[in-house]
């Protein structure tokens, strides 16, 4: 692909993350068509004058950040999955680490009477702090999503593109902040059994977004105490959102890695994404989260679910320009990641429910279906 139209896709496409939140206070008393969600973080963004930056710090930042949604009164699990959506930053609290542990664990205890457990977001390249909390609560809210789910908040750029380098004239963000998601390694660990700590550990699901993606895996992969508390004590799903790493890298590396941390491994890829199609040409190897990787990933007992077909929640740009690569616009695969992988459901619920069919090769193809909206085909079986 010419420089120069590999330019001009990164200039066109839609920025992979939630729209800036508007951060003005709202009135406690706000209106009766709104909800609020709560989104916890980990944060190892230095901050300057209140604000986080991109510069690293060794140490982590705890809190919580309110947003509130608009709703109709009619508003349905359905209609927010799918539809457009309108949210605000209402509050944010930062925390001690004890006092963070104490309220999540609090949270936690309320999700599991619904039979929720915890959801630990890794975001992706070019994403703010507040594009990260934005993002990570729209997620949980497309989701009705009554668990905690907590957001580590790397110090990603802002862009999809900056000033260039001499060693990236194109790609020097992409670069930076992958040098940037290295360096965050040892900080991902660290927050991570903060809280696991604070959760049911075996109720835990941890999902990396595109560059995220790459963050978690070469964090989790390493021997460390926290590989080891792992491989005792398994978390709920692994799972790989249009990751952004190298398939190779992947199956030779990561697979064998990371299978005993989890009890399912799961990847998220498709045909249509268009930010994988461009790393895929900077870093000259196919990513996971391309669905030609799909067989070499099922033969390594990883769950495969193609999204390529899978209807999309309506996006503020017009269809045309949807890169297919937002974790927040995935619709039905949204849909699947919390009602099946999040609340452990059998990978075979996506058969029964009608919103996938699994090929010879093993991996699940989603279907441009409707969403459930009553008692699955599934519960039916026992699964």
Known sequence: MPARLLTSLL?????????RADVRHLDVAARADTVADTTWYVSNRTRRDGRATRVATDSLEFGYVVFRFAEAKAT???DR???RVRGQRADSVTLTRAEFVRRLRDSDARAAVRKDGAVFYVHGFATSFGRAMSQSAEIAYRGSFGGPFIAFSWPAHTALATWPTPGAIISSAYRQDSAVAHASEGALREALMVVR?????TALTVVGHSLGAQLVAEALRQKSPEHDA???????????????????????????????LAARRVVYSSARDRMLAISHVVNHTPRVGQTGTARVLTDAGVEVVDVTRAARSRAPWP????PHHAMRLSGTALYDFFYGVVRGESAACRVYDGIASRDTTGVYRMQPAAVPTAATACAATGF
Request: aromatic letters at 10%.
């Open 11 to 19: 200039f066109l496409l839609p920025p992979d993350s939630a729209p």
């Open 76 to 78: 349905s699990a359905n």
């Open 81 to 83: 999955l799918m539809g």
């Open 197 to 201: 700590s604070a959760v049911r550990p």
């Open 230 to 260: 792992l491989t005792r004590t398994p978390l709920r799903a692994l799972v790989f959102f249009s990751a952004d790493i190298s398939a190779t890298w992947f199956r030779d590396s990561v697979g064998p890695s990371v299978a005993p």
């Open 319 to 322: 269809a045309v320009f949807d």
